[in-house]
């Protein structure tokens, strides 16, 4: 508009100032007239082409804004998109190459840069994961869907459902899933699990589960009547519940070398049999009180962990 405005401007101004220059002829005589003109003619063109070029910057960033939004757009559309038709496919499961493809499809958007589509994707595979895999995680898809979840775990993402696995039978061996809002075992064990990958978030819960051979077990108040057998405690943390009288867990053949207790309170509660620390590495309080260990544990030279391969 100001270019407009301007150029209208200039060339009234110009026509008037032409016009008392050039009325009635040039002479020379009148040189100072044309002088004067000349540099003023060239200010006004100069204005000119600046509002011209200042529109025109402006209409080419409008463009470009447009043309960013209407990208987004674009994104957006085929995101949801790529979100409904993995859904389609998970929901396919006689089709095993619908289900594995589906998994891979929403693991995109697991990954991608919009949060929004990423959660949604892994909500959909941990209602895959529910639904398939409540009793037991023998499955065909298991490792696909778990892998999908963990990997949005290790950027941040989790998905906003909980799921609860019940074993059909003490048999039933489960694994770790990550990326879920909360996840609950009941019944059922864990064989050769370690727990430096990180079971201290608080997002697992083990009821009546049964641990076999697992190691860097830190123990706390997600554990409720839970074995353990030949497993390697690091930590007694937290131990104590509102059913503190109901508590009942099971260690037996445990290394508890240089494991790290609460308190000295806590020892009462280790029930079991056969448990040990390797000389030299004794368990500790945090407080540092001194406790005498031979009462409840047994020293070995080495550790009877089973190596599993």
């Given amino acids: ?5 301007s150029a209208i401007f200039t060339l009234l101004i110009f026509i008037v ?19 004067l003109f000349t540099p ?5 063109f100069a204005v000119v082409t600046y509002c011209t070029a200042n529109w025109r910057g402006k209409i080419t960033t409008r463009q470009a804004d447009l043309a960013a939004s209407q990208l987004h757009l674009s994104e957006r559309e085929s995101k949801a998109k790529l979100l409904q038709e993995g859904a389609k496919l998970v929901g396919e499961i006689e089709k095993q190459s619908h289900v594995s493809a589906g998994i891979s499809t929403l ?5 991608g840069d919009d949060e929004e589509f990423a959660i949604q994707a892994m909500n959909l595979i941990a209602d895959l994961v529910q639904r398939e895999m409540g009793s037991t995680h023998e499955h065909t898809y298991q490792e696909e869907a778990f892998r999908a979840l963990k990997r949005g775990a290790s950027i941040g993402r989790y998905s906003d459902r909980g ?3 019940k074993a059909v039978n003490s048999k039933i061996r489960w694994k770790l899933l990550h990326g879920v809002k909360n996840v ?7 064989l050769g699990l370690d727990w430096k990958f990180g079971l201290e978030d608080e997002k697992h819960n083990f009821r009546n589960v049964k641990f076999e051979a697992c190691e860097n077990v830190i123990f706390s108040a997600e554990f409720d009547t839970c074995k353990f057998s030949e497993c390697h405690i690091t930590r007694i943390r937290d131990f104590w519940t509102s059913k503190e009288f109901e508590v009942y867990h099971e260690f037996i ?12 309170e806590t020892l009462r509660w280790i029930r079991g049999q056969n448990n040990y ?6 368990p500790d309080t945090i407080s540092g009180e001194p406790i005498d260990w031979f009462k409840y544990f047994s020293v070995e030279r080495h550790s009877r962990m089973p190596l599993l391969f």
């Fill in 17 to 35: 100032v032409a016009v008392w220059v050039f009325d009635g002829g040039v002479d020379k005589d009148d040189l100072w007239k044309v002088q």
């Fill in 184 to 190: 609950t075992y009941v019944d059922g064990c864990f």
């Fill in 277 to 282: 620390f390797v000389e030299g590495f004794s």
């Fill in 107 to 111: 693991a995109v958007l697991v990954m």
């Fill in 253 to 264: 053949d445990c290394d508890f070398s240089n494991a790290l207790f609460d308190d000295a």
């Fill in 163 to 165: 799921t609860r696995f």
């Fill in 40 to 44: 003023f003619g060239v200010a006004l």
């Fill in 1 to 5: 508009m100001l270019s407009v405005t």
